[in-house]
């Protein structure tokens, strides 16, 4: 297993199912990656990657981990970049793709391929409140 391309992600995981799973958030700088993530963290996620995402494949799934630069560190905006608690590598279970504009009420499944492999692709505006919810509502219909 050998971190391929890095992707302009930040990626969190939680301990599910007796395994840890991860989501890759999506989106250009300052789309709400890292606040979302650290909103999640702040219910026990733990960080992974933050702002760029190493992705391989390996079995048929997809795996992260942070380039060794930034690993162990979060951008908090307007605080500066801080220590968080981290999961070294996670399998990925699905990816989030922050949009500023209004969500579908009843979408239609999509995807996205990530090293060969197709994930569950949510498209989330990610600055209400209830976004860490819906992260986690995603996670648990897989």
Do not use: N
């Not at 992974?48 to 979060?74: E, F």
């Not at 793709?97 to 990530?114: M, S």
């Amino acid at each position: 297993m050998t971190p391929g391309q890095p992707v302009h992600a930040t990626t969190v995981a939680v301990r599910r199912r007796g395994a840890w799973q991860g989501v890759m958030i999506l989106g250009p700088s300052g789309a709400g990656k890292s606040d979302l993530a650290l909103r999640l963290i702040g219910r026990g996620w733990r960080l992974v990657s933050d702002d760029y995402t190493q992705v391989w494949a390996s079995d048929g799934a997809v795996h992260a981990s942070a380039p060794a630069s930034i690993a162990g560190r979060i951008e908090v905006r307007g605080l500066g970049i801080v220590a968080a608690r981290t999961r070294p590598v996670c399998r990925v279970a699905l990816a989030v793709a922050c949009i500023a504009e209004g969500v579908e009420r009843l979408p239609e499944p999509q995807t996205r391929a990530f090293a060969g492999v197709d994930l569950p692709l949510l498209a989330l505006d990610p600055r209400p409140a209830s976004a860490v919810d819906v992260v986690a509502a995603a996670l648990e219909t897989l």
